[in-house]
């Protein structure tokens, strides 16, 4: 317990130290309040200007000392004046020039230490060193333009001058454009001075006859200091070459006529009197035909090359090259082929006009395809008492046979034709459920000379496509949508019809499509998925499947897939049980072709059931086809 006494002695002396530290602590908490603030600076022309803001419980007059160290610590720049502050906030601005010059990406890597101190005091009362690189506000440069350009055209650029922190610099500020050339001085485009909002139009002309790949210098000067930025640019020949053949095939023996227009891209003018050298290579990449010409005054020039009677057949690359052959400013090219051909002896038409020279803008499953095949030699006479097979093939899981019939020409060279669809296609998806025909007629002469000519035809189950289109892509709930309707024949042909649209929450619409077969209505959709629900028909009475199936009475089906063996659809219908779904295999044969395996699933009576089991597909990459049971 003797230690007693001397505790009580450091006690009382803490007590009496104790507001004399709780005063020095408040000063340096005031003081470094000060220097949260962000101190910002400048530099242009080797001097560094800033702005130091600080904090100060009392009036005073001091001096204040600012240097520039480098990473050693070494003084690049010193500044030293008597100042007073107030009390409260305040700031100092001072320019501290450097001893030498110092490029600004240098400059970055040094640090400012500022400290002021009372007169009368030897301690210093504010004393901060701050990284030159995190107060430095640099002009930087944007530029909004084209990475390639005409060489001697006219040209457009806009720069943007903005801080490091994105804000407009204050004050007046420049811009300089220069075309650097190796080997030459900088060529100089466009000077102009900088708007209030840091930004230029610049517009400018390039040199003509410099080809290739340059770099476009940017000098900005502005309050805060001036900065480069460069860019690579590619130059561009202003002329364009048309090159072009009489034909696109030859055979061997024959003579290649060809011919090049070279046109001033700028203004269109012909390129006249310039050196343009075409050239051939084989299949095989031989260089059989080299020959140097020159523009006429309206910029064409031409060359002949006569094929030898054994030569390589496939095919062959033409070119144009302007200027040297070896380096060209501007190239053409283009590939034909060289093969050993026989001319068609006659010509063969496929005509689908029915009543009135009417033709059918689509089919349905179950139709007749009726139309008229016509056979005529090239000098007129018909093609008569000649062998034809006409077929209609389409695809599915690939392509096969769904028609055919054989015949004789008449003595006028046609032939009447009548083939009956299945009554089941496997459309597309996104060609909406339409399925795709080809109709092709075999002719064959009294001298066994063929040829063959296909025309496609459109099968749809509906006479009448619907397509709704949200102006968004989506709807946006609780607000009103503008949609697009668009309605169209199997064919593609846009249809003017008449809609009756439904949409739950909303008033019956009427309205009527354009020529171009759109039409425009106003939907104010739900906070759950929206339903559209268009009945379409146009002045011949054709007529869309209604959309709501379910008022209609109609059954919907699901098919999963069809497949050329029942293995495969077996393996779809376990797969489809996996799932928890039923389904149920059929085969369809027709004119004795190979069965066709389908797989499907329903009948569905509700739509929303419908598309409940079709995304359950389809998020098992099974996609399935909507399909009317009959």
Same mark, same amino acid.
């Given at each position: 317990m003797k230690?007693?006494?001397?505790?009580?002695?450091?006690?009382?002396?803490?007590?009496?130290?104790?507001?004399?530290?709780?005063?020095?602590?408040?000063?340096?908490?005031?003081?470094?309040?000060?220097?949260?603030?962000?101190?910002?600076?400048?530099?242009?022309?080797d001097t560094l200007s800033l702005t130091i803001p600080y904090h100060a419980d009392r009036a005073g007059s001091g001096r204040l000392t600012v240097e520039i160290l480098d990473p050693e610590d070494q003084v690049l720049g010193r500044a030293e004046q008597r100042v007073d502050i107030a009390k409260g906030d305040g700031s100092w601005r001072r320019d501290v020039a450097l001893e030498k010059p110092v490029p600004v990406d240098d400059l970055v890597w040094d640090r400012v230490r500022y400290r002021f101190e009372y007169s009368g005091e030897t301690n210093p009362a504010i004393e901060e060193t701050k990284s030159i690189s995190q107060i430095l506000r640099r002009p930087v440069v944007h530029i909004l333009g084209q990475k390639s350009y005409l060489a001697g055209a006219q040209a457009a650029v806009r720069v943007i001058v903005t801080d490091t922190d994105n804000n407009v610099i204050a004050g007046n500020g420049s811009v300089r454009i220069e075309l650097l050339v190796p080997d030459k001085p900088a060529h100089s485009l466009f000077t102009g001075r900088l708007n209030r909002r840091g930004t230029a139009d610049a517009q400018f002309r390039f040199p003509a006859g410099i080809i290739g790949s340059y770099q476009l210098r940017y000098v900005v000067e502005t309050p805060i200091?001036?900065?480069?930025?460069?860019?690579?640019?590619?130059?561009?020949?202003?002329?364009?070459?048309?090159?072009?053949?009489?034909?696109?095939?030859?055979?061997?023996?024959?003579?290649?006529?060809?011919?090049?227009?070279?046109?001033? /891209? &700028?203004?269109?003018?012909?390129?006249?009197?310039?050196?343009? %050298?075409? *050239?051939?290579?084989?299949?095989?990449?031989?260089? #059989?035909?080299?020959?140097?010409?020159?523009?006429?005054?309206?910029?064409?020039?031409?060359?002949?090359?006569?094929?030898?009677?054994?030569?390589?057949?496939?095919?062959?690359?033409? /070119? &144009?090259?302007?200027?040297?052959?070896?380096?060209?400013?501007? %190239?053409? *090219?283009?590939?034909?082929?060289?093969?050993?051909? #026989?001319?068609?002896?006659?010509?063969?038409?496929?005509?689908?006009?029915?009543?009135?020279?009417?033709?059918?803008?689509?089919y349905r499953p179950g139709d007749h395809v009726t139309g008229t095949v016509r056979a005529n030699y090239f000098f007129g006479k018909p093609v008569d008492d000649a062998e034809i097979a006409v077929k209609a093939s389409s695809m599915d899981v690939s392509v096969f046979d769904v028609g055919a019939e054989n015949g004789k020409t008449d003595r006028d060279g046609t032939y009447h034709f009548d083939l009956q669809l299945p009554t089941y296609f496997a459309g597309r998806p996104l060609s909406q459920g339409v399925a795709r025909v080809l109709i092709e007629a075999t002719v064959k002469d009294s001298a066994a000379h063929s040829e063959t000519r296909g025309e496609p035809i459109t099968v749809s189950e509906s006479p009448l496509l619907v397509t709704a289109i949200p102006e968004g892509g989506t709807l946006i709930p609780n607000l009103e949508n503008q949609i697009f309707i668009l309605t169209s024949y199997p064919d593609g042909t846009p249809a003017t019809t008449d809609l009756t649209v439904r949409t739950p929450g909303n008033h019956d619409q009427h309205v009527a499509t354009d020529n171009g077969g759109i039409a425009v209505i106003r939907v104010k959709a739900g906070s759950n998925e929206q339903r559209l629900d268009i009945e379409a028909a146009d002045k011949q009475g054709a007529a869309n499947a209604p959309a709501d199936t379910a008022e209609a009475g109609a059954r919907l089906l699901l098919q999963a897939g069809a497949f050329k063996t029942a293995e495969d659809a077996d393996a779809m219908r376990a797969r489809l049980a996996l799932l928890g779904l039923d389904a149920k295999v059929s085969a369809l044969t027709q004119d004795g072709a190979a069965p066709l395996y389908r797989v499907r699933l329903g009948p569905y009576g509700q739509l929303d059931d419908l598309n409940g089991i079709r995304r359950t597909l389809s998020e098992n990459g099974i996609e399935a086809q909507l399909v009317h049971a009959r």
């Open positions: 230690d007693s006494p001397r505790f009580a002695d450091l006690l009382a002396l803490f007590i009496l130290l104790f507001p004399g530290l709780l005063f020095l602590a408040l000063a340096v908490r005031s003081f470094s309040e000060a220097n949260a603030e962000s101190a910002t600076a400048t530099f242009t022309r200091g001036s900065s480069e930025y460069t860019e690579p640019v590619q130059l561009e020949d202003k002329l364009s070459i048309l090159l072009t053949t009489e034909k696109p095939i030859y055979q061997p023996g024959q003579t290649i006529h060809v011919r090049a227009l070279a046109l001033d /891209r &700028a203004d269109h003018n012909a390129a006249a009197g310039r050196r343009l %050298t075409f *050239e051939v290579e084989d299949s095989r990449g031989n260089k #059989v035909f080299k020959k140097a010409t020159q523009t006429d005054k309206f910029g064409i020039s031409s060359a002949e090359f006569e094929l030898a009677d054994e030569v390589n057949l496939g095919a062959y690359h033409l /070119r &144009a090259l302007m200027g040297e052959s070896e380096s060209p400013t501007n %190239t053409a *090219e283009i590939a034909l082929n060289v093969e050993r051909y #026989v001319l068609p002896k006659f010509k063969v038409a496929i005509d689908f006009s029915g009543k009135n020279n009417e033709t059918k803008r689509g």
